[in-house]
């Protein structure tokens, strides 16, 4: 399931990314950098989600 989390949510950063390149290139500066920090967020979180991923799997091999 993580895996798939993960997978989605590269889907999201690069949709949100390319909002806030328009966004930006139309003159919503402001709204555009918060898009680009839910972008960055997003990829935090996989971060997180990685960490996770590899906790697991590191204790299934233990069982």
């Known amino acids: ?3 798939h989390w993960i997978e989605h949510n590269e889907s999201h950063i690069q949709s949100f990314r390319e909002w806030a390149q328009k966004a930006k290139k ?11 920090e839910a ?7 996989n971060e997180h989600l990685n960490k996770a991923k590899e906790g697991l799997f590191h204790l299934r091999g233990k069982m």
């Open 1 to 3: 399931m993580i895996e």
């Open 26 to 36: 139309d003159g919503f500066l402001e709204a555009s950098e918060d898009i680009f």
């Open 39 to 45: 972008a960055n967020k997003i990829e935090e979180s």
